[in-house]
């Protein structure tokens, strides 16, 4: 790996959910939108919201909130979708993520980052590549990539295909 991805992997984007401070790798990240009206998929999985529009084609949108085992998530004026690329089977993928808040990009030094505990934690750890400490505060470094199985990227884009007319 050059200097160059080394410097780019360690800047992350941090957000909140039930306030806890997660984080993702910077590359992963495509924009960050205001919340835009989503429409919604018959049979949809539960966490999946449905589907928005950007730049003339059709994004999933996921409300990790339920994807983690958390209460659906509440809709405020920091509500935000961030747009991700994630990597399943070799294939690249583009999903929306909702976030109660996002607030910045930073630099995680690599001492900076700790193995996930393997107990005591509220989620499940196999979304998670690390834990950071940023100043006082702890921050959740999501692997995106493993966020959603396999069958998991097979059911929604199932659900889609028929959602959507031919052609799309």
Known sequence: MSTEQDALSSQHLTFRLEGELFAVEVAKVREVLDLVPITKVPRAPN????????RGKVVPVVDLH????????VNSRDTRIIVLEVEVLGEQLV????ADAVHEVTELEPGAVEAVPRIGMHWNTEFMKG???RHE?????LDVNRVFSVDEVVEVKDVFDEALPAGH
């Open 47 to 54: 966490y999946m919201r449905g589907m928005i529009n950007v």
């Open 66 to 73: 339920v994807k983690f085992g958390m209460p659906p998530a």
């Open 137 to 141: 505060h702890f921050v959740i470094l």
């Open 95 to 98: 999903v929306g993520a909702i």
């Open 131 to 133: 834990i950071g400490k």
